[in-house]
């Protein structure tokens, strides 16, 4: 067995907590796990990618390109720019709340989230796309994004392990403070998916 | 007894060192090193462990091999680049070795994502006679780490755990021993004095043969561990090390039954060369193929041997052409490079890669999310207070500023648009650049910036030379109360040591002082309208004649909570974007034509003070 999976999204969106809790499900399953962040000179506002590599056997933590079986992303211009990492067939969840560059430095180009969903939607048209920010503040907070996108995923039925594995995992994981809201989040997110994963 | 962790390489290096039984642990932040030191903070008093982070690498070292000394265990931590500035007593420890076991961890940084260099330390522990081991997994570094303190014991040398950014960064399951670390014994012995530990011409002349012989024997040891591993039996031998040797083996897999094809060796110590398993893995090979990334070390190390034992094999690497002679490996391009041997080889078979629905040309364009200093860093106002200084000077003087930057968060002052930064090289070397440049070019101004962790790390001798040698040069201390580049560690102007106890603080303006500095200021930068006297102060030590410091003082936003934000009345702004060209600050962002701030900002009122239509005001209390 080998699954990949590439979380995309800005720095401050919890990228790194999102892999972490797959990573510690994937262990809990019983498989080796392996996971790699890719962030550039600035830990805010700039891209950040979480490569999580699980399977029987351990590998190098970067997914090559093509091979991704899962891409999540948090944020539209960051899925797109991952895309390459996701093999044909993969499967895609999209956060459609953009966040636009801070700065606009010469030579970037517009960012026109609208454009880059439908670009998204012709290579893979089973994606997922919802505004899981929306969701997740409608439930408690803007910041649960991550988790109800975690949510979404058990939801679609696209992890290599039961979904319960990862409740108890958040359960363990997320401070008591914030956990009732991740809860809510990912329950939220994960019936959503089901009901339109299973008409 | 084991438990499996899901832990980070550095972590995996920390629960190793711990269960080695390490007493002291000292290094200087630097990614991708730091969590090693930091986790094992973490379980420093429940194991009776002293931890420091010290004012530099060299400093770090030679706190370490004090201990080492007296016979206890010790760590010290750092980044490829740290190790150039602890290079000075390192050459001469190989030479005196040690008691007890020392074992510096150096994390080297492929790519590079976060460092001035590319250098390779497995090329250093050669030079240097120091034995270096090279894990590809946080599973091997933690038992590296543990066989590293066996080595150092034993053999009496300082040893080095040579990682790469992949294996001290990324995360994976390890096997680690059950239970939470428990207290490690105290040093017995203590310092017993004796010649050995004063180095002078003599005993380097005695000690030499020692430490050549200490090479071999080490050599004849490593042969024989299982770290240096083969696999398959084909006639084509791949030689790797670290984390190369798994991208190896994902590209080789694409191949059915690839070990008839290729035999694999994995070479986890990588100094001394384990010369006799190299050689009987190179029997019955005809063609090898050498995966490493930064320095084509292994391969001259095989090729000397091919030399010696007059082999018939042909060597496929860098030195010919085949692999890429640097930057960060992937499988993908060991698996095109692999091919580019293969050809060559005359070998018909092929790895492949997996196709990407979409490639990275078919993308449509994307915003550029460039580095810059956070919404509402203190380094913003210093930077464009001097901007606007040295705007002035040259209006009314025709007098240029050249501006040295240095390593840390302020190296950021080079991005758009502020564009501050004319030089950069390594910690510290701002200031004595400076001074160089102001011999050249004597009719500018010269100005560096350093941080107030570089400050303690390497500046303060270069601000005594500057004093001493009469160098007419500004300094701006960009002080922010924190180690912020590396994640927020505390040095010796905060008060605070590595534990969070108070200790006592140390002032950078004293210490200035004290160097013979005459013009020397303290800026707060914390007040909403400092701009001003900011400009002020730096265009008055701009026009002092001889060296002049200026300590801005502030706070990194990282750590401290915003007390305020600030907003953009659109019935008085004009759209003209004046903000957002000039300072780059994240949390302004131009919605439709007119300007818009952020729930990133963090208050610092900048953009007030330079609107042109006072269109930006205190918006409220952050919660
Ligand atoms: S928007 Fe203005 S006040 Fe807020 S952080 Fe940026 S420069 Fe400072
Ligand atoms: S500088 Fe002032 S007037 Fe000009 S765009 Fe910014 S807020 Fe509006």
Redesign the interface.
């Known amino acids: 067995m080998k699954y990949d999976i590439l979380i995309a999204g ?1 720095g401050g969106q919890g990228v790194v907590l999102a892999s ?1 809790l797959l ?2 499900a994937a ?1 809990k399953a019983g498989f ?16 950040v990618s979480s490569h999580i590599r699980i399977g029987d056997e ?5 997914i ?4 991704a079986d899962l891409l999540l992303g948090l944020e539209p ?1 960051e899925t ?2 991952n ?8 499967k895609v969840l999209v956060n459609t709340h953009a966040i ?12 026109d989230p609208a ?2 969903l439908s ?1 998204l939607c012709a ?2 048209p089973d994606i997922f796309c919802s505004d899981f920010t929306e969701l997740a503040d409608d439930v408690g907070t803007y910041r649960a994004a991550n988790v109800a996108m975690l949510g979404a995923a058990a939801g679609a039925r696209v992890l290599p392990f039961k979904e319960e594995i990862l409740k108890e995992i958040l359960d363990a994981e997320i401070p008591e403070k914030y956990r009732a809201v991740n809860d809510a989040a990912f329950e939220r997110a994960r019936k959503c998916i089901r009901f339109i994963s299973d008409p | 007894m084991t438990d499996k962790k899901l832990l980070m390489g550095n972590e995996a290096i920390a629960l190793g060192a711990i269960e080695a039984g390490v007493q002291v642990v000292t290094g200087y932040p630097g990614t991708p090193s730091t969590e090693a030191l930091e986790t094992i903070a973490r379980y420093a008093n429940r194991c009776g462990i002293y931890t420091e982070w010290s004012s530099n690498e060299k400093v770090a070292l030679e706190t370490a091999v004090g201990a080492a000394y007296s016979g206890a265990k010790a760590l010290v931590t750092m980044k490829q680049v740290g190790l150039n500035v602890a290079s000075d007593p390192l050459m001469s420890l190989s030479y005196i070795g040690v008691k007890g076991a020392l074992v510096l961890l150096v994390a080297d940084d492929p790519g590079p994502h976060s460092s001035q260099t590319e250098q390779d330390t497995r090329v250093f522990g050669h030079f240097a006679n120091i034995p270096v081991l090279d894990p590809a997994t946080p599973q091997e570094a933690y038992e590296l780490t543990k066989l590293a303190f066996e080595l150092s014991h034993e053999f009496e040398t300082p040893v080095i755990l040579r990682t790469t950014t992949r294996v001290s960064h990324s995360c994976g399951d390890v096997e680690v021993e059950a239970g939470e670390p428990a207290p490690v014994e105290a040093v017995e012995e203590g310092f017993v004095k004796d010649r050995r530990w004063t180095i002078f011409p003599k005993l380097t002349a005695e000690r030499h043969p020692w430490l050549e012989s200490v090479q071999e024997k080490l050599s004849e040891h490593f042969s024989e561990l299982n770290f240096n591993s083969v696999l398959g039996s084909g006639k084509i031998g791949i030689i790797a090390s670290g984390v190369s040797a798994l991208y190896v083996k994902e590209a080789v897999k694409t191949v059915r039954d690839f070990e008839k094809l290729f035999t694999l060796f994995r070479v986890g110590t990588v100094y001394p060369f384990p010369e006799k398993a190299v050689l009987s893995f190179l029997k019955g090979i005809d063609q090898l193929i050498v995966v490493e990334e930064l320095d084509p070390y292994l391969e001259e190390q095989v090729l000397q041997l091919i030399g010696k034992f007059h082999l018939p094999v042909d060597v496929y690497g860098k030195k010919n052409g085949f692999f890429p002679v640097s930057g960060e490996y992937n499988v993908d391009i060991v698996t095109d490079s692999i091919n580019r041997a293969l050809v060559t080889c005359g070998e018909s078979l092929r790895l492949s890669h997996a196709s990407p629905a979409v490639s990275r040309e078919k993308l449509p364009p994307l915003p550029i999310r460039a580095p810059t200093l956070c919404a509402g860093c203190m380094h913003r106002t210093v930077f464009y207070a001097f901007k606007q200084a040295a705007k002035q000077l040259k209006k009314e003087a025709q007098t240029d500023t050249i501006f040295s930057g240095d390593i840390g968060c302020y190296t950021l002052g080079n991005a758009y648009p502020l564009n501050m930064v004319d030089t950069c090289l390594c910690m510290g070397a701002g200031i004595s650049l400076a001074g160089g440049l102001s011999r050249t070019n004597p009719k500018a101004k010269h100005v560096a910036f350093i941080g107030d962790s570089t400050f303690f790390h390497s500046g303060i001798p270069a601000v005594i030379n500057a004093v001493y040698n009469g160098a007419n040069i500004t300094l701006a201390v960009l002080d922010n109360r924190t180690t912020a580049m590396t994640g927020h560690q505390p040095h010796p102007g905060v008060g605070v040591n590595v534990l969070g106890n108070t200790s006592k603080a140390i002032e950078i303006a004293d210490v200035v002082k004290s160097c013979g500095v005459e013009s020397v200021r303290t800026i707060n930068t914390v007040d909403p309208d400092s701009l001003e006297s900011c400009v002020k102060a730096a265009k008055e030590a701009m026009n002092f004649n001889g060296p002049s410091v200026l300590v801005f003082k502030g706070k990194c936003v990282g750590i401290t909570k915003p007390d305020k934000y600030y907003k953009i009345k659109p019935e008085t702004c004009t759209g003209c974007s004046f903000c957002i060209k000039e300072l780059g600050c994240p949390a302004l962002n131009l919605d439709g034509d007119k300007p818009v701030i952020q729930d990133n900002c963090s208050g610092c009122g900048l953009c007030a003070q330079i609107c042109p239509s006072e269109a930006i005001c205190i918006g409220g209390v952050k919660l």
């Open positions: 800005v972490r990573a510690l262990m080796h796990v392996s996971t790699a962040e890719t962030i550039g000179m600035s830990q805010r506002e700039g891209s351990t590998s190098g933590s970067l090559p390109i093509g091979q211009a797109v720019r895309l390459p990492f996701l093999k044909e067939g993969g636009p560059p801070a700065s606009r430095p010469p030579g970037s180009p517009e960012y454009a880059l670009f290579y893979y």
